[in-house]
């Protein structure tokens, strides 16, 4: 099977707070270690109106502490991940 990977930017819909954003990104990290998925990846841009992934640290280990076989890392360094494969 080939190795599937996401990577997310936490986006802020519209009229939601970015607690909301995460609580996505957490769902989608779920949704896609019971596809299968190999890999989540969490972009990091800073100072962009509607994203909540500024502080990808932050984020990378609230999915991980909330997933248990998918790899967790940052979309920008492929080898940062918090837990091994």
């Known amino acids: 099977m080939v ?13 939601k707070t970015p607690a909301d954003a995460l609580r996505n ?6 949704h896609a270690e019971g596809w299968e998925y ?4 969490q972009a990091e841009h ?3 109106i509607g994203i ?3 502080a ?3 984020v990378i280990g609230y999915v ?6 998918i790899r967790v890392g940052q979309g920008a360094s492929c080898c940062q991940t918090t837990r091994p494969s």
């Not at 996401?6 to 819909?13: E, H, S």
């Not at 990104?25 to 779920?30: E, P």
């Not at 991980?64 to 076989?69: N, P």
């Open 46 to 48: 800073h100072n962009m």
């Open 3 to 15: 190795a599937l990977s996401i990577l997310d930017l936490a986006p802020v819909p519209q009229g």
């Open 25 to 30: 990104t957490l769902d989608l990290a779920r």
């Open 64 to 69: 991980a502490a909330g997933t248990s076989t």
């Open 38 to 41: 190999r890999r989540f990846w």
């Open 56 to 58: 990808t640290a932050v």
């Open 52 to 54: 909540a992934s500024a």
